[in-house]
């Protein structure tokens, strides 16, 4: 298994940045791929971005242009540069790995979350 912990959430005011921060432990050669999902009152959780071992990213569009992510060459941290955020970028955001257990097999690993708030 993969323990994930995120930091760097917190209050910010609109327009202003955030760059969360996730740290991998245990099996980390077994991640093909990671990312951030975000989940916001009364809404399911959604992609916000992830990176494949390649480093392939993808994006949500509602943060193409805004948001960056990133992952060390060991692949034991992945980051999350957040920038214009918005009042609808508020949410709690989750690390995610997914683990190749076997051919045929992937395990998903999920972190605790962090709060993002974004007011005035």
């Known amino acids: 298994q993969v323990q994930l912990v995120e930091s760097g959430g917190g209050l910010v005011q609109p327009g202003e940045s955030l760059r969360l921060s996730c740290a991998a432990s245990g099996r980390t050669y077994q991640i093909n791929r990671m990312g951030w999902y975000r989940q916001a009152p009364g809404k399911e959780r959604e992609l916000v971005a992830s990176?494949?071992?390649?480093?392939?990213?993808n994006y949500a569009d509602p943060v193409k242009g805004r948001f960056t992510i990133s992952r060390d060459k060991a692949g034991n941290t992945m980051d999350l540069q957040m920038n214009s955020l918005t009042v609808e970028d508020t949410a709690v955001y989750y690390c995610?790995?997914?683990?190749?257990?076997?051919?045929?097999?992937?395990?998903?690993?999920w972190g605790q979350g962090t709060q993002v708030t974004v007011s005035l």
């Open positions: 990176i494949r071992d390649d480093g392939t990213t």
């Open positions: 995610h790995a997914q683990l190749v257990v076997s051919i045929e097999a992937t395990v998903d690993s």
